[in-house]
């Protein structure tokens, strides 16, 4: 039978790397990348039997960069690419090990992920297919935040009615933790979208964000929670472009405070 390697990444990640590492088990090799933890993460890895790498936390602290030199690192060419905060469940363990065997040609799966708020499963957002499970050889992760790998081979989408065979993302984030990530979450949100700025996006994609994740994805189904997490969408994008009309606004030649400052400072004089 192929063999797989799971592959997680890691900096300060005890709060769910016990569940994390024990649901993937059933995989051929545990491999951990630190990023120089300072907490149990470490002791927990080792508890587990992962192989674990320290990489120092450089010039490249996006998961992402962690992620590639995973993949290379690993034992095995079919890899799991797991977060320390997230949980294979058996069914997909099988259900990998299943498809490689039957076919073992090069390919990638799109696996869908249960996310969580204020406690309820948000099924408004579901199934936010994710990019995990696919053949090393030839695999690069790009080092930009939320990139996808590249791979060889087809992309699988596994059916978004099989919820036994979903990640389970355990963040179970607060609201206050939401906003905290916000800010630096945005500020690599506006590098990337700055080229393909324009004025009238600020108008218009917030609200069409809110109406989209509260309306048409059913986000009104989930209550409280789900009206607070369709604002925390549209705030996160007003957010990300006003920070691109901020650096546009400090680039004109002229400020309303640089002039008030020269006035103030030619009546100071006479």
């Given at each position: 039978?192929?063999?797989?390697?799971?592959?997680?990444?890691?900096?300060?990640?005890?709060?769910?790397?016990?569940?994390?590492?024990?649901?993937?088990?059933?995989?051929?090799?545990?491999?951990?990348?630190?990023?120089?933890?300072?907490?149990?993460?470490?002791?927990?890895?080792?508890?587990?039997?992962?192989?674990?790498?320290?990489?120092?936390?450089?010039?490249?602290?996006?998961?992402?960069?962690?992620?590639?030199?995973?993949?290379?690192?690993?034992?095995?060419?079919?890899?799991?690419?797991?977060?320390?905060?997230?949980?294979?469940?058996?069914?997909?363990?099988?259900?990998?090990?299943?498809?490689?065997?039957?076919?073992?040609?090069?390919?990638?799966?799109?696996?869908?992920?249960?996310?969580?708020?204020?406690?309820?499963?948000?099924?408004?957002?579901?199934?936010?297919?994710?990019?995990?499970?696919?053949?090393?050889?030839?695999?690069?992760?790009?080092?930009?935040?939320?990139?996808?790998?590249?791979?060889?081979?087809?992309?699988?989408?596994?059916?978004?009615?099989?919820?036994?065979?979903?990640?389970?993302?355990?963040?179970?984030?607060?609201?206050?933790?939401?906003?905290?990530?916000?800010?630096?979450?945005?500020?690599?949100?506006?590098?990337?979208?700055?080229?393909?700025?324009?004025?009238?996006?600020?108008?218009?994609?917030?609200?069409?964000?809110?109406?989209?994740?509260?309306?048409?994805?059913?986000?009104?189904?989930?209550?409280?929670?789900?009206?607070?997490?369709?604002?925390?969408?549209?705030?996160?994008?007003?957010?990300?472009?006003?920070?691109?009309?901020?650096?546009?606004?400090?680039?004109?030649?002229?400020?309303?405070?640089?002039?008030?400052?020269?006035?103030?400072?030619?009546t100071q004089k006479n």
């Open positions: 039978m192929p063999k797989i390697s799971a592959i997680v990444h890691t900096y300060n990640a005890e709060q769910h790397l016990d569940r994390c590492l024990e649901a993937l088990s059933r995989f051929d090799e545990i491999l951990v990348i630190d990023m120089e933890s300072t907490d149990r993460t470490l002791e927990i890895a080792r508890k587990h039997g992962a192989r674990v790498i320290v990489k120092e936390r450089g010039e490249h602290r996006i998961p992402e960069a962690y992620r590639d030199f995973g993949l290379q690192a690993a034992a095995h060419d079919w890899v799991v690419v797991v977060d320390a905060d997230e949980i294979v469940p058996p069914a997909l363990a099988d259900f990998l090990y299943h498809e490689i065997e039957k076919d073992p040609s090069p390919r990638a799966y799109l696996i869908p992920i249960k996310n969580y708020f204020m406690g309820k499963w948000m099924r408004c957002y579901y199934p936010d297919y994710i990019l995990r499970f696919f053949n090393r050889v030839g695999a690069h992760w790009p080092y930009e935040i939320h990139s996808r790998p590249t791979h060889k081979g087809p992309v699988i989408t596994i059916p978004k009615t099989h919820t036994d065979l979903a990640f389970l993302h355990l963040a179970n984030e607060d609201v206050r933790t939401t906003i905290a990530k916000m800010n630096s979450y945005t500020d690599r949100e506006a590098k990337r979208r700055a080229p393909r700025y324009r004025r009238w996006r600020i108008f218009l994609e917030p609200p069409f964000r809110f109406f989209s994740s509260y309306v048409l994805k059913g986000g009104f189904r989930e209550g409280m929670p789900g009206f607070i997490h369709a604002f925390h969408d549209a705030a996160y994008r007003f957010y990300a472009l006003s920070k691109i009309e901020e650096t546009r606004q400090a680039a004109l030649p002229s400020h309303d405070i640089d002039r008030d400052v020269a006035a103030a400072s030619t």
